[in-house]
């Protein structure tokens, strides 16, 4: 039974332990999407996957995310939100398992996929349940401050815990660290979270959430099979399929009196603008944090904690500066600020793209300053995005906004991984020629490998090849990255000149909640 309860001007104590349980889940996913990068290495002489099936397992745990979060945030706004939670969480556990103990690369993509999907109940839930229980708008900054602190942070974590558990373990004891947390969340969820949902939901539209799998899949797809063989006709027919669904998820969407996504939230330029920039700086963080965790270790020679310990300022600093972002909002407009995270964002990027050589000190500049772009942007584009939304529509406001997370980590993994991956290739070949064929020159990690049993002057050729192609490959990435940035900058620049509207003071709707179980 639903009842209606008078908003509170400012949140209680239980209202902010509420926001602590909902941070586990948060740092749950973000962790997830990153820690990856510190075992790919291991994985690639474990598992022996080819450069194609090594990009898939690291893309698909965030392209499942993307595809599925907006159909999950809709049945979250239905279901109940804390429900949704309660079982995503336990999924998420269950697929952690599976991928601890995969002993194929097809059996770690499937467990990846699986994580994917499950990570997809939960991260919608997450912002829309602050949504609802932080009325106050300053509060609700803060709680969102924290949101993206944790997002960020965790996204920079993810490395670092993953460096030092490889220091010490085995690969597998990556997806084992999900398990303690899981078994803290539930039982937390059950007891201080409120159960959420929209009170006129409307039915779940089965065709919409295909359409948009079919959207965002092909795409993906089309850009890793170009950056590994190339246009042809797979490639086109991927994109075609992209264009259909695109197209007609759309008109459904514009034609449904109840529809999955609201697409007319993207004819507001702030809202869109916001988006946009959510989706440009991470897919520039994704890509650092794949080629950067390579040329850590396999480049510069550090092992999984020395190279962990590079990504601790940038992480503190991304966490700072997103609480930062809180008092500067009531200062400076968005679109100010925004914008000139974004160039930080650039310049960090820029000094891994455009030094002559790579080293230590570089990279720990380079995460530092894009840290603090990072973290000021997202809080205030959350703030932004969910502040556009009445609190019953949070479940797809914020559903967008995840959307917007997890397809940039996907392209940025996809399109900067990706082409660093081609440049690689292509240039080992050119300096090498036939000695660079096979499997075994899919990846700098498998090449070095490879060079270290050939041992002698040939090895120690191959290893210096290989270094020197991968390395190019990451400047080619990096300055790709410096590009996206800029340009959400200019877009932030002009879209969001209209943002102070969406930065209100208390708000006083309210609440639809289902008592406490």
């Not at 995503?88 to 601890?100: E, M, V, W």
């Not at 969102?144 to 460096?163: E, K, N, Q, Y």
């Not at 191959?462 to 020197?468: G, P, Q, R, T």
Request: glycine share 10%.
């Amino acid at each position: 039974m639903f009842t209606t309860q008078t908003p509170q001007l400012r949140a209680g104590r239980r209202e902010w332990a509420g926001l602590a349980v909902l941070m586990i889940p948060v740092l749950l996913i973000s962790i997830d999407n990153t820690v990856l990068g510190f075992a790919i290495p291991a994985i690639s002489t474990g598992l022996h996957p080819t450069g194609t099936q090594l990009l898939w397992i690291v893309d698909i745990y965030a392209l499942m995310l993307a595809g599925l979060l907006v159909a999950m945030g809709s049945i979250g706004d239905r279901v109940g939100r804390r429900k949704l939670l309660v079982v995503g969480a336990i999924g998420f556990g269950l697929a952690s398992l599976l991928a601890a103990f995969s002993t194929s690369p097809e059996m770690l993509m499937a467990a990846r996929a699986l994580l994917g999907i499950f990570g997809a109940t939960l991260m919608p839930s997450t912002l829309s349940l602050i949504r609802n229980i932080f009325l106050n708008a300053k509060d609700r900054r803060v709680a969102i401050a924290t949101w993206s602190a944790m997002f960020s942070g965790g996204a920079a974590l993810g490395p670092i815990v993953g460096g030092i558990l490889l220091e010490h373990f085995h690969w597998s004891a990556i997806f084992f660290i999900n398990l303690p947390l899981i078994a803290i969340f539930i039982p937390a969820a059950i007891v201080l979270l409120p159960e959420s949902r929209d009170p006129n939901p409307g039915r779940i539209d089965p065709l919409s959430i295909v359409l948009s799998m079919l959207t965002l899949t092909p795409l993906v797809f089309a850009i890793k099979h170009v950056m590994a063989e190339g246009v042809d006709l797979l490639f086109w027919a991927s994109l075609m399929v992209t264009a259909l669904a695109g197209t007609g998820f759309v008109l459904r969407q514009l034609y449904s009196s109840r529809p999955l996504l609201d697409v007319r939230l993207f004819t507001d330029k702030v809202f869109s603008s916001a988006v946009a920039s959510n989706l440009l700086s991470v897919m520039g963080l994704a890509g650092f944090l794949y080629f950067g965790t390579q040329l850590l270790q396999l480049v510069l020679g550090m092992s999984p904690v020395e190279a962990a310990l590079v990504l601790i300022p940038g992480l503190v600093t991304s966490i700072v500066a997103g609480y930062a972002a809180v008092p500067i909002m009531a200062r400076v407009q968005p679109r100010v600020v925004v914008p000139c995270a974004l160039v930080f964002n650039a310049v960090g990027l820029g000094i891994v793209a455009f030094s002559p050589e790579h080293s230590v000190a570089g990279m720990v500049i380079s995460f530092l300053i894009l840290g603090i772009g990072i973290g000021t942007a997202e809080v205030i584009t959350n703030d932004l995005i969910l502040a556009a939304v009445p609190a019953h529509k949070a479940g797809a406001a914020s559903a967008i906004s995840e959307t917007a997370y997890e397809f940039g980590s996907v392209m940025g993994t996809a399109v900067l991984g990706g082409l660093s991956t081609m440049v690689f290739g292509s240039h080992l070949q050119a300096t090498l020629g036939a000695k660079a064929s096979g499997p075994e020159f899919d990846t700098l990690g498998s090449s070095l490998e490879h060079a270290s049993a050939k041992g002698g002057q040939i090895g120690d050729q191959l290893a210096e090849a290989a270094v020197a192609s991968f390395d190019l490959g990451v400047q080619w990435a990096a300055g790709a990255a410096v590009v996206l940035v800029l340009i959400a900058a200019v877009l932030t620049t002009f879209g969001l000149k209209g943002a102070g509207r969406l930065l209100p003071g208390p708000v006083e709707e309210p609440r639809i909640t289902e008592p406490i179980s």
